[in-house]
């Protein structure tokens, strides 16, 4: 049973920092590609952040780029998204995916975490 589960979103002010993670059981990272995506409130969920698997090479929304690090732990098989220079509209809810229906499996999501940037 292949699950997602997210951790560390909040409420920050403009301009700082918070770093989400996303554990997953039941399959291994390095195996597929997983992304971030956001949704905020009245708007269609947006993707954020890509890992591949075994190159691990990243790519990002252009809203997001140099602001945003995706980043894996092999050993803990967990993504992380590092934001910072956080700004009001990165406010919404984060879901971390894995889409394994390449793989004869489903697309997998998390529970989704809350990142609300207000001062």
């Known amino acids: 049973q292949v699950q997602l589960v997210e951790s560390g979103g909040g409420l920050v002010q403009p301009g700082g920092s918070l770093r989400l993670s996303c554990a997953v059981s039941?399959?291994?990272?390095?195996?597929?590609?997983t992304k971030w995506y956001r949704q905020a409130p009245g708007k269609e969920r947006e993707l954020v952040a890509t890992?591949?698997?075994?190159?691990?090479?990243?790519t990002y929304a252009d809203s997001v780029k140099g602001r945003f690090t995706m980043s894996r732990d092999n050993g803990k098989n967990t993504v992380s998204l590092q934001m910072n220079s956080l700004k009001p509209e990165d406010t919404g809810i984060y879901y971390c995916n894995l889409d394994l229906r390449p793989l004869g499996l489903r697309n997998y999501w998390g529970q989704g975490t809350q990142v609300t940037v207000s001062s």
């Open positions: 039941g399959f291994t990272l390095r195996s597929s590609t």
């Open positions: 890992i591949t698997g075994a190159g691990g090479s990243t």
